[in-house]
């Protein structure tokens, strides 16, 4: 022991002696020193060995304790290991001694005159139990495990083993059918193991704590620490605050405290990107401190409750604009109660609230009817051919996405609905609607929209090459900007050729993800939109370095391209020296770009 | 105001095997003129600035080995600059991160400006 510095954590008491100078060798040796007579502890009891290995040994509750306060290292332990210098029968006798007021007070009993005088000299030596004594106070200590012993019950004879279980009273041992039926169950486990799950558990959490905290989130603590004082920040309404809403929304740390940073009674507008922390009573008082909105945009707020629509009605009179994202806690009856106390909404556009069923749809209309522009149903649950129905009673919609149901309407429901607003419609999101065909687009679409800019259909299964090709080559509608045809594996070349025929010379936003197998001659028209920013080129197994090359010499304004799973783009323009300003995403052979 | 003025070695005399450690330096210029020097592995904890930098790249910023920080002012770029310091030296060290001291260095004033930029440098 001596030879090593290692030591593990010690008691305060240890700390305190170590400090005043006094240490295991220095107890031990004036614990030698004193004593004048070394003879008497050996000759009074067990022989020491036997009281030693029972002590390590020991299987109680306490022994554990005692065992693993060893393991532990603390320095009072060394007092029965250390010093070298002194005989092993002067080691052993002080262990007897610091092993326990039991073998002292044995001896006080039958040789008191021959002891008195080491007592008294020990009242003022350090004799501190050792931290494995402590937890050891009977007066009895079990016997070494193979020994006899008599049971403390019954009086037979038997063998100790390891399970031989000490008295209540610890009094004395007792025998195995003595053990059982005083009904505790002598092979019992120790319960060590299970107290090392929490460990484990926590484990995680540390891995998870690891990352390096970023700048970003160093100053939203700042902000979270000074928001009581946002003088402080200087002129919030002189920053980008729309910038700063979605750097704290990007970590999902907008919080109902910080969340004080862009309220104001003199906003109309208010956007919210990630809305996930702000409980029900805080999207309560958002409303109670910015009065005057006439635009809310929550993301992600899921903590929307009946609750929060009731107030709403009345302390958000002139919002005539609310978009939510994920609203679903909200029932019908509430957001009846929201149509019909508040004052006609222009545009109303939610996305996943499967609560919204068609009585909330009729609220909706019988209030807004002739205000609605914009109209979002997106991802619910209820929608069906009787929302378009009362859809149609809309006249002066503007924007319409019906995207993303859970059953798909009819194509008749929808040309139905067209014939009715269609002439006003400048945006139309019929996506993921799998039952409609070919027909929405010749009968629907084609005859009754004609001021369309942005149109969305994705993922209709049914929808044909022939179809999608004759329905632009025979479209009176003006060009496109915004065309999304993805995830429709059958369209093919024509289709792309029409569309780009059509549109070729307004089209900013282009999304074919998915049309697997359109041509070359097809892609290389898209060479020719000038106005082109944005493209998503994934799975377009045709797509090569050279038609990629060829749409980013044509399209000089793209900012954006998606080659996710083209195999055949390697990315070689660029050692051809082709310069773009283009953030070009999912080249496979770069990971990084 | 050259942060590093200690610099002694040039630019444009230092060997491959800095610009591979990142041991060579580079120029950050905020746009009021203001312009630090540091080495480029401090630069490169900004994914932003470390990928305008890139030796392998053909920006213009990689060939002079400047990057302007166009929307920053030099008290925020000076703020960019300590965390970028701060996160080399301590982001392969073990043991706790004294974010405290940190944060005491960005006063409340700028914190916004400073996040904005921090957002953008992608730190």
């Given amino acids: ?593 | 105001m050259d942060i590093d003025t200690q610099t002694e070695v040039e630019p444009h005399t230092t060997s491959q095997g800095d610009i591979e450690n990142g041991e060579d330096w580079v120029r950050l210029v905020s746009n009021d003129g203001f312009s630090f020097l540091v080495r480029r592995k401090v630069a490169n904890m900004s994914g932003t600035i470390g990928n305008s930098l890139d030796p392998s790249s053909s920006y213009a910023e990689s060939e002079t080995k400047t990057y302007h920080a166009t929307n920053d002012r030099g008290i925020i770029v000076q703020k960019l600059i300590e965390y970028m310091s701060f996160k080399a030296h301590y982001s392969k060290a073990k043991g706790d991160v004294p974010i405290n001291e940190l944060m005491e260095r960005i006063p409340p004033e700028i914190v916004l400006e400073v996040l904005l930029a921090a957002d953008y440098h992608e730190l």
């Fill in chain 1, 1 to 593: 022991m001596s030879h090593n510095n290692v030591r593990g954590p010690t008691s305060a008491l240890t700390e305190f002696l170590r400090a005043s100078g006094i240490t295991p060798s220095t107890v031990a040796r004036r614990a030698t020193q004193n004593q004048s007579v070394p003879g008497p502890s050996n000759t009074s009891g067990e022989p020491p060995s036997v009281d030693e290995t029972s002590i390590t040994r020991r299987t109680s509750k306490r022994g554990r304790r005692a065992r693993s306060g060893r393991a532990g290292g603390y320095a009072s332990d060394e007092l029965d290991e250390l010093e070298s210098p002194p005989k092993k029968s002067k080691i052993v006798e002080s262990q007897g001694k610091g092993k326990g007021n039991s073998i002292k007070r044995k001896k006080k009993a039958t040789k008191k005159g021959d002891d008195d005088e080491y007592e008294d000299e020990d009242e003022d030596a350090y004799n501190a139990l050792s931290k494995s004594m402590w937890a050891n106070p009977g007066p009895y200590s079990k016997p070494a495990i193979g020994s006899f012993e008599q049971c403390a019950k019954c009086e037979k004879q038997f063998t100790v083993t390891r399970y031989t279980i000490v008295t209540a009273d610890g009094t004395g041992s007792l025998c195995h059918p003595c053990a059982k039926s005083s009904g505790t169950d002598p092979f019992k486990k120790s319960a060590v193991r299970k107290r090392k799950q929490p460990t484990e558990k926590r484990k995680v959490v540390y891995f998870e704590e690891k990352r390096f905290p970023s700048l970003v989130s160093v100053c939203i603590d700042i902000i979270s620490e000074y928001i009581d004082d946002i003088e402080a920040f200087g002129d919030v309404g002189a920053m980008n605050t729309e910038a700063i809403s979605k750097a704290i929304a990007k970590n999902r740390r907008l919080t109902p405290d910080n969340a004080h940073l862009f309220y104001g009674a003199h906003h109309t507008l208010l956007t919210f990107y990630d809305a996930t922390k702000l409980s029900t009573p805080s999207l309560i008082t958002l409303a109670q401190l910015n009065p005057n909105l006439t635009s809310l945009r929550l993301d992600l707020c899921g903590q929307i409750s009946d609750d929060v629509m009731d107030s709403w009605k009345t302390t958000l009179p002139n919002v005539t604009s609310l978009e939510l994202l994920g609203p679903y806690l909200v029932r019908a009856p509430a957001w009846i109660a929201f149509f019909e106390n508040h004052k006609p909404l222009e545009s109303f556009l939610i996305t996943q609230s499967p609560r919204f069923n068609l009585e909330c749809m009729k609220a909706l209309v019988a209030s807004s009817a002739t205000t609605l522009r914009r109209l979002g149903l997106r991802e619910i649950g209820h929608m069906c051919d009787e929302f378009l129905e009362h859809i149609g009673s809309c006249k002066s919609l503007l924007h319409l996405d019906v995207s993303e149901p859970t059953n798909s309407c009819t194509d008749i429901a929808v040309n139905t609905l067209l014939s009715n607003i269609g002439p006003t419609l400048t945006k139309l999101n019929l996506s993921n609607h799998s039952l409609l065909t070919d027909a929405v687009l010749e009968f629907g679409v084609a005859e009754s929209t004609h001021q369309l800019s942005d149109l969305v259909l994705r993922a209709l299964p049914l929808l044909t090459d022939e179809g999608v090709s004759k329905f632009f080559s025979g479209w009176s509608n003006h060009p496109l900007s915004y065309v999304n045809f993805s995830r429709n594996p059958d369209l093919l070349s024509s289709s792309l050729s029409s569309l780009l025929h059509h549109s070729r010379s307004h089209l900013q936003v282009l999304d074919i993800n998915g049309l697997k197998d359109v041509e070359l001659s097809a892609l290389k028209m898209i060479a020719n939109c000038p106005e082109l920013t944005s493209i998503d080129l994934g799975w377009c197994r045709a797509v090569d370095d050279f038609v990629l090359k060829q749409i980013l010499e044509g399209c000089t304004k793209l900012t954006e391209v998606k080659v996710w799973g083209c195999n055949k783009v390697e990315g070689k323009w660029i050692s051809a020296g082709i310069r773009t300003s283009a953030r070009i995403v999912g080249i496979e052979g770069h990971t990084t770009h």
